[in-house]
């Protein structure tokens, strides 16, 4: 339960500070990858790296 919490809490986090067009990094365990937001939907965003889209939770994206 306490951990659930702290995903909501870093999503909240996470979601401020999101804007379209924004730059942002997708944290992943070993490494950090630079990206540029193209859509912001409910719970993940749509971003855009190395030439490709992803759908990338909230969770694993920190403002650049």
């Not at 365990?29 to 759908?55: C, D, F, H, S, W």
């Amino acid at each position: 339960q306490v951990q659930n919490m702290i995903q909501d809490i870093k999503t909240m986090k996470a979601k401020s500070a999101l804007v379209v067009g924004g730059n942002v990094f997708v944290v992943q365990k070993t490494k950090k990858t630079p990206g540029v937001i193209e859509k912001i939907n409910q719970k993940k965003a749509l971003v855009k790296m190395r030439g490709a889209l992803y759908n990338v939770p909230f969770s694993m994206l920190e403002a650049a």
